[in-house]
Nanobody, 123 residues
């Protein structure tokens, strides 16, 4: 079982940056890909970014391209979401997720989820 713990959320002004780490533990060799998702109040959970664990291939939602970057540190088993030029519409709970089998990393079909971390951006 893979265990995921997000941190790094907070209250920031528009235009500022945050970096969200997600610490992973467990039999990580079985993970195919890792993703970041977010859910704003009253809205459905949506894809933000994903990365394949071994190959490091990334994908980002159009709404965050050029502002957010996903990365991973294989040695420490930490997945990062660097968020720059934050906007009020980025306000949401951000979740880290892990998928064991190959497939569409932009879908919600992940095997493990973290508890989430709140990001609030004010103007």
């Amino acid at each position: 079982q893979i265990h995921l713990v997000e941190s790094g959320g907070g209250l920031v002004q528009a235009g500022q940056s945050l970096r969200l780490p997600c610490a992973a533990s467990g039999p990580f060799f079985s993970a195919y890909g890792l993703g970041w998702f977010r859910q704003a109040p009253g809205k459905e959970r949506e894809f933000v970014a994903a990365i394949t664990w071994l190959g490091g291939r990334t994908s980002h939602a159009d709404s965050v391209k050029g502002r957010f970057t996903i990365s991973r540190d294989i040695d420490t088993r930490v997945i990062y979401l660097q968020m720059n030029s934050l906007k009020p519409e980025d306000t949401a709970v951000y979740y880290c997720a892990a998928r064991q089998s190959p497939g569409d990393l932009t879908s919600l079909n992940y095997d493990y989820w973290g508890q989430g971390t709140q990001v609030t951006v004010f103007s």
